[in-house]
């Protein structure tokens, strides 16, 4: 949608310049003819009719040429005159003594009518003073049957000066026009494009900066616009809506991790209590016992009672594994006992409650000890085997080694 709207805006202002400008310029270039045709017909529309009326009333030609011009006034440096068909000036406005009876044959304005294949023309050539000059002429035939021309020669640049003046009026106006219109254009693309543009992005960074409950207030109509507004206020809708599930979800889960950490804490101060509660009892005991992790066999718990009766230092205890054979286990011969024999490994292999009479010990200051050795398994609420529990009692010293 956002891309066939900014197409649609730049076809639009396309439309806009295209308007505005593209027939300006065809109205400058058709102003600048239509000024230089305008100024040229002007004067041989006044030279045709003056001749006509002058013809058909039997009138002075030439007397009322030259009252009409010289009432509305001839361009600078211009002339009216008649001349015959031999080129003989009859009569001539201004300066009718310097030219009339003149000869003037040789000239490029009479060979010009001459040559003319129309009774009335307006012809560009050079005139009696060999200056560029415009003429309209019309041709008069006397009843006598002789052709005579009236010939009306203006300055070119006469002529041009007044195109200019016409072009630059017109340039002026159009001007006036093109400004105008580019107010009018600029109030039309500021209501129409301009102004909800910056509705959206003013509505864009009031969502950007949290405002979810932000919508553009734009009228939904059946335009760009109107359908752009129409699907972001849907949009951020859907944005309000979906933070403010996510928002109740994290306040659900925030209160069940608290309370599962509650939980869990309470739990843990519970084991504490539990296992400072099971060690002092463990402690209190007139046997040895061992509590050893499965299935590494590591020692987590035991008292001072079994350590005595090993003959070995807390200290040190802590740092055998109780699987290992790092103990002498010996029969009453002084064999070696199977360490697969024994209680513990027997509970830690096959999960059982084990009880021996017969092992003996031979503890680090030398001495040997007749040990009865009872281990029982533990198991978690799934039946699984999480430790061992080892309990022995010294029956009697059989031997010192």
Known sequence: MLLRLLTSLRTRLLIIVFIIFIPSIGVVFYSAKAAQTDTLGDIKSKLILIVRLAVR???????????LFSETGLPK??????????????SHYPNPKIWEDKVVADKEIFKAVVASQTNRETLETTDLN???????????????????????SVS??????????????????????EVLALIFAGIIVGIFLL???????????????GNLATR????????????????????????????????????????????????????????????QLTQVLVESLPVGVFMVR??????????????QILGISAQEQHKRNLLATTY???????????????????????????????????????????????????????????AAVMVFEEKSIEKEG
Not at 195 to 209: D, F, G, M, Y
């Open 195 to 209: 102004n909800p543009i910056n509705t959206l992005v003013s509505a864009v960074n009031k969502i950007r900066a």
């Open 294 to 307: 499965m299935p590494s066999g590591e020692a987590f718990m035991a008292n001072q009672r079994g350590y």
């Open 77 to 90: 440096d211009s002339s009216i005159f008649i001349v015959d068909s031999q080129g003989k000036i009859l």
């Open 216 to 275: 553009s207030g734009l009228k939904y109509s059946s335009g760009e616009f109107g359908q752009l507004a129409q699907a972001f206020d849907e949009m951020a809708e859907a944005i309000q809506s979906y933070t403010g599930q996510l928002e109740v979800k994290v306040a659900q889960r925030t209160k069940e991790l608290e309370d599962s950490n509650f939980k869990v804490a309470q739990e843990k101060e519970e084991l504490e209590k539990q296992y």
């Open 130 to 152: 060999g200056e560029d000059t415009i003429a309209a002429f019309a041709k008069i035939t006397r009843p006598s049957g002789e052709s005579e021309f009236l010939i009306l």
């Open 156 to 177: 070119k640049d006469a002529v041009f000066e007044r195109i200019d003046i016409k072009f630059i009026r017109i340039l002026f106006v159009l001007g006036a026009i």
């Open 57 to 67: 009333e039997k009138m002075d030609v030439f007397g009322e040429a030259t009252k």
């Open 328 to 386: 002498s286990f010996l029969r009453l011969d002084q064999t070696p006992y199977p360490i697969e024999l024994l209680p513990l490994n027997i509970t830690i292999k096959e999960g059982r409650a084990e009880t021996k009479n017969d092992v003996f010990i031979k503890r680090t200051d030398g001495k040997m000890v007749n040990l009865r050795i009872s281990s029982v398994p533990v198991r978690d609420k799934n039946g699984n085997l999480v």
